[in-house]
């Protein structure tokens, strides 16, 4: 199991009802017989659904998306650790980025057909929620989460892994975050962070998102799930910081070169820089070169359920 021995009735109880025809069929295609098969009708809720039909799926998918997104971080990371030896810690974040971002668990999502299968509500499901990438993304977490609970680690590093081999290229979002980061170091010789917070807006939820450099808020954004509302806030900061993002791209490096002295000054200088003003003498960010995940090369021998790898 994916759990520690003893929580597993704590997390999730067996449901005695069958899974629907159309659940049969995603169980087929997704490769796992459910031995719970509540976990996959969980997983496949909305929670526009729960809330208008409490009496066929009680539970909306919010909980398997948080501990998806979690397996997913450490399935993804694993990998690379495992797979890329030479690379730096920046190139395997930024290669991981691109292995969990929104748009590639869509496109993952839409290889199974997922959004058909999905329980939403009428409003959303008349607006288009079938084909929202953010919502197919958030459901494929889910989907992930419940094969981590009923199946294990093993099972869940594997199924997500063998999908995500498929794709031809994974798709990157915008990296307006790391723009951002390169931007605040030189003016404010400051790493940005984010305080986001969730709130539900009608039959959905939506998060906020505010991006700090030390004390000062740079900008807000909001999204469909924390990442898109950090990304927001990214590309808000960088158009109030530069007057647009496309002026914020990474620069090529630089040599060096000896700092001119400065005349002296009767009064000191205030701490606080305006946003106007850059910082000359900051080095510029080296761009890690983009790095294609290795194919994955599943053992024949048997692996653990814990941590997927061969049992001795």
């Known amino acids: 199991m994916g759990v520690h021995p003893g929580e597993g009735r704590l997390i999730a109880q067996p449901q005695a009802a069958p899974l629907a025809q159309s659940l049969q069929q995603l169980q087929q295609k997704i490769g796992i017989h459910f031995r719970d098969p509540g976990l996959l009708l969980e997983a496949v809720t909305h929670s526009s659904f729960a809330n208008e039909s409490p009496?066929?799926?009680p539970r909306d998918n919010e909980r398997l998306e948080y501990l998806g997104d979690a397996v997913l971080q450490l399935i993804s990371a694993e990998y690379l650790y495992k797979h890329h030896p030479g690379a730096t810690e920046g190139e395997l974040t930024q290669t991981r980025s691109a292995m969990v971002n929104t748009n590639t668990l869509a496109q993952l999502a839409e290889q199974l057909d997922l959004g058909s299968y999905l329980y939403?509500?009428?409003?959303?499901?008349?607006?288009?929620?079938?084909?929202?990438?953010?919502?197919?993304?958030?459901?494929f977490e889910a989907v992930l989460g419940a094969i981590f609970l009923d199946a294990g680690y093993d099972a869940a590093y594997h199924y997500y892994l063998n999908r995500y081999r498929s794709v031809p290229s994974p798709v990157r979002?915008?990296?307006?975050?790391?723009?951002?980061?390169?931007?605040?170091?030189?003016?404010?010789?400051?790493t940005p962070f984010y305080d986001s917070e969730g709130a539900r807006v009608g039959t959905h939820r939506e998060y906020t998102s505010?991006?700090?450099?030390?004390?000062?808020?740079?900008?807000?954004g909001h999204g469909a799930s924390k990442q898109e509302a950090e990304q927001d806030a990214a590309r808000a900061a960088l158009?109030?910081?530069?007057?647009?993002?496309?002026?914020?791209?990474?620069?090529?490096v630089k040599t060096a070169r000896p700092r001119a002295r400065r005349s002296p000054r009767t009064a000191s200088r205030p701490k606080a820089v305006a946003a106007s003003e850059a910082v000359p003498e900051v080095a510029e960010v080296i761009a890690m070169p983009e790095r294609e995940p290795e194919p994955v090369v599943v053992p024949s021998e048997p692996r653990s359920r814990q941590f997927g790898e061969p049992i001795e």
């Open 120 to 139: 939403l509500g009428k409003g959303i499901a008349k607006g288009g929620g079938r084909s929202l990438k953010s919502l197919l993304a958030n459901a």
């Open 210 to 220: 505010v991006v700090f450099a030390g004390a000062n808020p740079l900008g807000t």
């Open 55 to 57: 009496h066929l799926s």
């Open 173 to 190: 979002d915008e990296n307006f975050k790391g723009r951002l980061q390169q931007v605040a170091q030189e003016r404010f010789g400051e």
């Open 239 to 252: 158009e109030s910081l530069v007057g647009g993002t496309d002026k914020a791209a990474v620069k090529p």
